[in-house]
């Protein structure tokens, strides 16, 4: 009975058709409504059709009218999505999951532009979603390249708005266009030429077409070759020019001559002013000798370089070897050529370069060569005063000479290796009496042979700190007391009541032990 008035209960529900949603619906509502439909939760057909899930659809189309229009004309992410064709709304926009949920599940990552009036090409495939749709909106923006681009239009809208005409979408900045097809066709150099060097301020009207116009800040002639500059230059290059100096003119150019330019020579009027062909004529302000040398350049200099001179000093008495074949001329000859007599001697040259202030004398040639003044120093040190032994073989020059002089007023270990001395200067400054030239930790010395006190018993494994305590400041000389009182007065328990000669009892094999004779 219960079963029977349940089921007709539910069937007047369904058969009445509600303003509001009934107690019923809100007991089978699976869950409340997203924000945007909660103004609905009230209105249940809005969205659904009493068993009938076929017509789910048609009612979402009835608000979403744009989306149904896409789907009617094929176009947008819902007409060309064939996945989404064949697929219910719900399946991607599920709704009654609560008030914050996102239904739309828009992932910038996974979606596909393709499924758009506008399919990514190029560079627009790097952009961020959102520099074109600016405020998340998605629908009815500009597809042309102007709509976007026109804060990007440095031609200030001359050229028109048809961007593709010269742009693609690979790189904004490479752009093609055929100047040909102007009454300017590109040659040579001007086809590399960028658009702005003649067309400043992206100014495309009216544009002048001599040279002149263009190259007038160029003109190194300053109006004198007149303005037909294609008489002489051509659009190859403007440092290539047609005309031959060999044949139109008396003087032929040859070697670097040629490459010069004409202003070097001509800085006159060229229809008017003569010029000299002599060197000297061109070349007095290139003559770094201060005309110690004359006037007759090509005893030295040619044509092919001015700096490569085919005078050779070895017809001299001086030969140059080495170094001294790359040096200028002016380095050693300062005074006039003819008149100054140069000494040979290495000393009369480089006395300024002594770093030795003459502390080693004036035969440079002992350690240096003309290799190379600083490079492959011969110099043989046991020669010297102080021939250098073990590790010292191996130590830098710097090391003990603090200047170029070289001059050592003291040679002993302790002058050097005073900072190294552990033992503060207890054992004295005679350094070589334990240790050698072969390592400085390297030592040796004996105790029994080398001083009137040998090491026995317990003495023998004692460090040498435990007796040597005292510094003698004046004194290299090592002075010790030898009497047992001077060391072991502090252990003296007999509070010298039996002498200070400890040695009449003790031995040095233990304190605690006595003498034999004692026993």
């Known amino acids: 009975m219960l079963i029977r008035l349940l089921f007709m209960t539910i069937g007047l529900l369904i058969s009445v058709k509600p303003v509001f949603a009934t107690p019923f ?69 599920t709704d009654h999951i609560g ?26 495939k790097k952009l961020d979603c959102f520099s074109c749709h600016k405020k998340k909106q998605f629908r009815n923006l500009p597809t042309t390249c102007f709509a976007c681009h026109e804060q990007n239009d440095i031609h200030k809208k001359q050229l028109g708005k048809n961007c593709k005409d010269c742009h693609n979408e690979q790189d904004w900045k490479n752009y093609k266009f055929d100047h040909d097809k102007t009454d300017y066709p590109l040659t040579f150099k001007h086809k ?30 300053q109006n004198k070759y007149d303005k037909k500059c294609q008489s002489c230059h051509t659009t190859r290059a403007w440092n290539k020019i047609n005309f031959n100096h060999d044949k139109d003119t008396k003087f032929r150019l040859v070697h670097r001559h040629k490459v010069i330019a004409c202003s070097h020579c001509h800085k006159g009027n060229i229809y008017k002013d003569k010029i000299s062909k002599k060197c000297f004529s061109c070349h007095n302000s290139d003559d770094k000798h201060g005309t110690t040398f004359g006037n007759k350049c090509k005893s030295c200099h040619d044509q092919k370089s001015w ?123 005679n350094c070589a009496l334990c240790h050698t030239a072969n390592g400085w930790q390297q030592w040796t010395f004996n105790h029994d042979k080398q001083t009137e006190y040998p090491l026995t018993g317990r003495h023998a494994d004692l460090s040498c700190k435990t007796c040597h305590k005292i510094r003698e400041k004046h004194s290299e000389d090592i002075v010790l007391s030898d009497k047992c009182f001077s060391c072991h007065g502090d252990d003296d328990i007999h509070f010298g009541k039996f002498s200070n000669r400890c040695e009449q009892c003790h031995v040095t094999k233990g304190f605690d032990d006595l003498s034999e004779m004692n026993n």
């Open 25 to 93: 619906d809100r007991l089978i509502m699976p869950g409340k409504l997203i924000e945007a439909h909660k103004k609905y939760e009230n209105e249940c057909e809005k969205c659904h059709a009493p068993f009938k899930k076929e017509k789910q659809d048609s009612r979402c189309l009835v608000c979403h009218k744009f989306v149904k229009k896409d789907l009617v004309n094929k176009k947008g992410f819902h007409g060309l999505n064939k996945k989404v064709i064949k697929t219910d709304c719900k399946y991607c926009h």
């Open 192 to 221: 590399k030429v960028k658009c702005n060097d003649c067309h400043p301020n992206q100014y495309f009207k009216n544009t002048p077409k001599t040279c002149i116009n263009c190259h007038k800040l160029q003109d190194v002639h």
């Open 99 to 124: 008030r914050k949920a996102d239904i739309v599940n828009f992932d910038p990552l996974t979606f596909d532009h393709n499924f758009t009036n506008y399919p990514l090409q190029g560079n627009h």
């Open 307 to 429: 700096k490569n001179i085919h005078f050779n000093h070895d017809d001299t008495k001086f030969k140059l070897r080495y170094s001294h074949k790359k040096i200028d001329c002016q380095a050693c000859h300062k005074g006039i050529l003819y008149k100054e007599k140069l000494k040979t001697s290495c000393y009369f040259c480089h006395k300024t370069n002594d770093v030795h202030q003459g502390s080693l004398g004036k035969n440079c040639i002992k350690c240096h060569n003309q290799i190379k003044w600083k490079d492959k120093i011969s110099f043989d040190h046991d020669l010297t005063p102080y021939p250098l032994l073990g590790i010292h073989v191996l130590t830098s020059c710097e090391n003990c000479h603090q200047d170029e002089t070289f001059i050592i007023k003291n040679q002993t270990c302790f002058d050097c290796h005073q900072a190294l001395d552990i033992h503060d200067s207890t054992l004295g400054k």
